[in-house]
């Protein structure tokens, strides 16, 4: 097996559900989430250039991911898959969030334009700072700033308060609604 | 209760659900092999232009053109398969159709492209055009619309920022604010319009190099990285940006992959309207390129010039030492796509560890725009960068910039 099947199987093994799960906060479902990875790992192991390790090839296919997705290469999103937006159950300090807590936020992000979506994913997920999302969605910082707070507002309609959102290292524009 | 995003969306993507999908790997495989097969022939010939380099020979061209090393023309093969004729796509393109380096303007001042006209030579692995279609009819349009609406978005945003940073009034503010909220508004409809098009309406063009009527370079991948255009003419053209590998492509029990023999072939556009990898309706064309090899000469290199270093094929007319270490080299070349080429034969020995970073979205190096950095078979690692330059009698060249890095810990400086 060559070398770059070695990380690709590795990748997908412990990562790839992971994987199409992230992608699938960005386009909703599941199938198309699935098929988001699949071009994503097609780009960047394809490309002939040499993947050695596991954990940098994830953060190339999740990079890939979102690229993919916001040059709009995937159009094929299946609006039928629309969750219901509320069913949360008890989140309780020192455990993880509950399956029908998590299904509610995925549904929430739903509610969300792409862009909105992406930089939700990129500040809350990929933990990226405000200059970092702007740079990689080739934005300003100000509607950088701009996105994350129409996006807060309109996720904390649907899912209530949410946590330190407001205090984030950066001063969001627009407060919540 | 408040909700800890952060800590639900991290939830939501590493911690397994029981209805988590799983992720065929199979199909993804025989995709990147396939990819990848296509790339190893180009790499392959880059090896065999790299190691002329360091040779040094007296000739200039490695390999006169042979038909034997091309794909054999097929009588049972369908319209624009691997070895068919080219003439069985016999549905010519609308007149809007075509490369848009070729428009000119027709007897009713239209314009349009006009086949027949030479591409350059090209050295490289790549042949990239930019090929256009009539707005009107074009499957791409819809691509291309969205990245006028993007590019508008960006330069409305940052008009916003200016201002502010200008600190204009608030009437100014309000007004180019309301012009960003139509951009937005705008790029969210076609994008929703888009998203609900029916599958296949998407990018779909496809080129055709041929050898004496017969197709032996072809990749029905293609259009899956293409990049939409958006010509604002008065003829209403759109289009996509297209890579086309110069290798011979696949026929039955032959297995392609191989760098096209230097020569001159011609280059066809298909257009299609079904799925990405359908036949095409209609074609357009001929254009003709040149394929060349050419192996380096000139100059004698030093004998501490890191001969594994992967120049691109010229007439090498300076080699001079840098202060502080290093070399200085200037290569003659007058091929269409000589700094591509150069940053396609830098890509295999780039460092991995330190390029990735610094190349985000899959592009190739790019020493153009970045410096590379390189580690060589001997161990030895080097920064090298590459900038076009005009000879003093006209003629272009590469020049490198070739110099030592310290320590592998420099590799990101």
Redesign the interface.
């Known amino acids: 097996m060559a070398g770059w099947e070695q990380v690709l199987d590795e990748l997908v093994r412990t990562r790839g559900a992971a994987l199409v799960r992230y992608a699938t906060l960005l386009t909703g479902d599941a199938r198309a989430g699935e098929d988001l990875v699949q071009d994503a790992l097609v780009r960047c192991f394809g490309s002939g250039r040499t993947l050695r390790e596991t954990e940098a090839a994830e953060a190339y296919v999740r990079r890939a991911v979102l690229t993919i997705f916001l040059d709009g290469h995937r159009r094929r999103q299946r609006w039928t898959a629309r969750l219901h937006l509320v069913a949360r159950d008890e989140a309780t300090a020192g455990h993880e969030p509950g399956v029908a807590l998590r299904q509610d936020v995925r549904a929430a992000l739903l509610t969300l334009r792409p862009r909105l979506r992406a930089c939700v994913v990129l500040r809350f997920y990929d933990d990226l700072t405000v200059p970092e999302i702007a740079r990689r969605l080739e934005l300003s910082d100000g509607t950088v700033k701009r996105y994350l707070a129409d996006a807060i507002a309109l996720l904390e309609r649907v899912l209530g308060p949410i946590d330190d959102v407001h205090s984030m290292d950066v001063q969001l524009t627009g407060g919540r609604s | 209760?408040?909700?800890?995003?952060?800590?639900?969306?991290?939830?939501?993507?590493?911690?397994?659900?029981?209805?988590?999908?799983?992720?065929d790997?199979g199909?993804?495989?025989a995709?990147?092999r396939?990819?990848?097969h296509v790339?190893?022939g180009v790499?392959a010939g880059v090896g065999v232009a790299a190691a002329g380099a360091v040779a040094l020979t007296a000739s200039h061209l490695t390999q006169p053109a042979t038909v034997a090393g091309l794909p054999a023309a097929r009588a049972d093969a369908e319209a624009g398969e691997c070895g068919s004729d080219i003439a069985l796509l016999d549905r010519p393109a609308s007149p809007g159709a075509g490369l848009l380096d070729t428009l000119v303007e027709d007897a009713n001042r239209t314009t349009v492209p006009r086949a027949g006209g030479h591409l350059g030579t090209y050295v490289g692995s790549w042949l990239t055009v930019q090929a256009v279609e009539d707005a009107a009819s074009s499957p791409a349009g819809s691509?291309a619309r969205?990245a006028a609406l993007r590019a508008r978005l960006?330069a409305d945003?940052?008009k916003?920022?200016a201002l502010?940073a200008d600190g204009a009034s608030a009437d100014a503010l309000a007004a180019a604010r309301h012009q960003v909220d139509l951009d937005d508004a705008a790029l969210?409809s076609a994008?929703e319009a888009?998203?609900e098009?029916p599958?296949g309406?998407?990018t779909n063009l496809r080129l055709y190099v041929t050898h004496r009527g017969t197709v032996v370079a072809t990749d029905p991948l293609a259009s899956?990285?293409a990049v939409p255009l958006w010509q604002n003419t008065d003829a209403g053209l759109t289009g996509v940006q297209i890579d086309q590998p110069l290798v011979t492509c696949d026929t039955p029990g032959a297995v392609g992959g191989e760098p096209l023999p230097a020569g001159t072939y011609d280059v066809y556009v298909g257009y299609g309207t079904a799925a990405a990898d359908a036949t095409p309706v209609a074609v357009a064309g001929p254009w003709h390129v040149t394929v060349a090899h050419p192996s380096t000469s000139g100059a004698d290199l030093p004998v501490a010039f890191p001969r594994a270093m992967p120049l691109i094929g010229g007439r090498v007319d300076s080699v001079s030492p840098l202060d502080g270490g290093g070399w200085l080299v200037n290569v003659a070349t007058d091929a269409a796509d000589a700094a591509a080429a150069a940053g396609q034969l830098l890509?295999?020995v780039a460092d991995?560890?330190t390029v990735?970073p610094r190349l985000?979205?899959?592009r190739?190096a790019d020493p153009l725009e970045h410096p590379v950095a390189v580690r060589l078979a001997d161990g030895s690692t080097w920064t090298v960068t590459v900038e076009p330059f005009q000879a003093r009698d006209g003629s272009p060249s590469l020049v490198y910039r070739i110099t030592p890095r310290i320590s592998s810990d420099d590799a990101g400086s």
């Open positions: 209760m408040t909700l800890d995003l952060s800590r639900t969306l991290h939830a939501a993507v590493d911690l397994a659900d029981d209805d988590s999908p799983g992720l790997l199909p993804v495989t995709r990147i396939r990819r990848r790339r190893t790499r691509e969205i960006a945003q940052q916003v920022t502010q969210t994008l888009a998203a098009a599958d309406v998407a899956e990285h890509t295999p991995a560890s990735l985000p979205h899959g190739e």
